[in-house]
């Protein structure tokens, strides 16, 4: 587990169990970049309903759905993957895990078959904090941070849930709070 204070790119952000923040409200989003000018990250656990082929005009057939990264740029698209080795422009994150590409070749390489769903996520907006924001925000204790997450793309929707579990101690007694601890 990280210090409180210590953010790197790759990190995983876990919102603290009562966030009024509906944007944020028990989600998991990891950090792409994190800078003196701020921070960029992606919600990892809220699926859409939609597939990318549905939403984006002229993208190849492919079974993969969009996630809300984030309320930020809601009209752009970002994708995490696995595949920075031959996906051009691509940004190393952490591990085997990069952030966009060449957005041509990516749909070259979709076509070719050459990407597989189980190694590439979607995303519709991202997450964004200016500088000074984030640490504010972890002063307020309103996220928990994780590291050493590899396998972000085989986490499920309970990913925050299942996290803290892993985590332990303190975290696995947050992850069974209730949403509204008034219906308890």
Known sequence: MATKFDIQKGDLLISEPFMKDPNFKRT????CEHTDEGTLGLVLNRPSIFNVTQMIQGFPAFPSLINYGGPVGMDRLNYIHSY???????FHIVDNIYWNGNYEQL???IREKKIMPQNIQFFAGYAG??????E???QDNSWIVSRNNTEIFKMSAYMWKEILEKMGGKNKLI???PEDPSLN
């Open 84 to 90: 920075g080795d031959i996906l051009e422009g691509a």
């Open 136 to 138: 504010e925000e972890m």
């Open 175 to 177: 992850s069974t709070f």
């Open 129 to 134: 904090w200016e500088a000074g924001q984030l």
């Open 28 to 31: 998991v989003t990891l950090v």
């Open 107 to 109: 749909k070259s390489l």
